[in-house]
């Protein structure tokens, strides 16, 4: 049975009330009275979804092959726009983007994790025999655990999350929009399925963006205490078969993680991010958001990546490099210290 989704929308909408609610305008000889339903990326856009494009030169080929029926557009790009695509024109693509999710999901914001005043175990909720509840932990309506599963004290399990068989959700974890495979542990602390980190920048202040995706996770993933893992914002944040993550780790929206890859603590992701197959992320090092760290990679302990790593490299520093090279640099910059030293009359090892 398919998913009913972790949100109401709202709609449907004729171009026109669309144009409003984002301050953006009409392209010539457009259609007011189109109507939209939805907010879908340019990938995954047809003719009844309104997407858009900002200034960002990567995703300028998608803007060519969308299919989307209404784009929120830059005035500098509207002669790119497929002719199928009717116009939304503003400067400021992306602000008009997060009032639009507004209008189609306007309780994303506040979402709900279990109704006000219902029973610690929501009646519309589905137990599989053996599932153990422990004091004090939330179940919200629609939720779906399977059996052998263990909620521990404290927990909450959102609407309509659904958990597989054998899992452990520790206490005081918080679990809302979701998807969640069999055999999984979850940790005292965690918060999976919250909003991602989205906000629209300008001058006036920091529109925030809603955040309507959702988490997956697949069998056999271990996720270490007080970790956080952000839902998507249009897509899903995935994380993949057999992962292992420490606690205190950062996984932002929209990040694919392979499988059986393996992040130590502290370590963090940011949005967009997808990592391969077997990749391991030392303690406290980080990956900017939108690049692709390929199968096997390894990125050393307080290391940051700040541009594609391919399969099988072995990066560390800031920004991250092959092992070697790095190795070489540091060790030119201390020959370079010690002969400055040397140059200025001081031994090697005076102060």
Avoid: W
């Avoid at 610690?120 to 309506?141: F, H, Q, S």
């Avoid at 929009?177 to 999976?192: C, F, M």
């Amino acid at each position: 049975m398919e998913h009913p989704g972790f949100f109401e929308r709202a709609g449907p909408f004729t171009l026109a009330d669309v144009a409003k609610a984002t301050g953006a305008t009409l392209g010539p000889d457009s259609n007011p009275h189109l109507l939209i339903d939805d907010v879908r990326p340019l990938t995954d856009a047809r003719e009844n979804h309104v997407s858009f494009i900002d200034n960002n030169k990567k995703y300028l080929s998608q803007l060519d092959s969308t299919r989307a029926g209404a784009c929120l557009i830059a005035p500098q790009l509207q002669s790119r726009l497929p002719a199928s695509t009717e116009a939304l024109v503003t400067p400021q693509p992306y602000h008009g983007f997060a009032r639009s999710l507004l209008l189609f999901y306007p309780q994303s914001l506040q979402p709900m994790a279990a109704k006000p005043g219902a029973p610690a175990v929501d009646p519309t909720a589905k137990l599989e025999d053996g599932v153990l509840i422990e004091p004090g932990a939330v179940i919200g309506a629609e939720a779906q655990i399977g059996r052998g599963t263990r909620i521990a004290a404290g927990a909450v399990v959102g609407s309509r999350v659904a958990i597989g068989r054998d899992c452990y959700v520790g206490a005081l974890a918080t679990v809302t929009h979701a998807l969640i495979g069999d055999r999984v542990i979850i940790h005292s602390g965690v918060r999976i399925g919250q909003d991602g980190f989205g906000f629209a920048m300008g001058r006036g202040g920091h529109l925030k963006v809603p955040q309507i995706g959702r988490v997956i996770i697949q069998d056999d993933v271990e996720i270490g205490a007080n970790t956080t893992v952000d839902r998507g914002a249009l897509k899903d944040t995935v994380i993949g078969e057999g992962t292992k993550i420490d606690n205190l780790v950062q996984i932002g929206h929209n990040v694919v993680i392979g499988r059986h890859c393996l992040l130590v603590a502290m370590a963090g992701i940011s949005g967009s991010t997808m990592l391969g197959d077997f990749v391991v992320m030392g303690g406290k090092s980080g990956a900017v958001g939108h690049i692709k760290i390929g199968d096997g990679a390894q990125i050393g302990g307080a290391s940051n990546a700040t541009h594609d790593v391919p399969a099988g490299a072995r990066v560390f520093g800031t920004p991250a490099k092959p092992f070697r090279e790095q190795a070489r640099e540091i060790a030119l910059i201390k020959r370079l210290a010690a002969q400055d030293k040397e140059g200025r009359g001081q031994g090697p090892d005076e102060d």
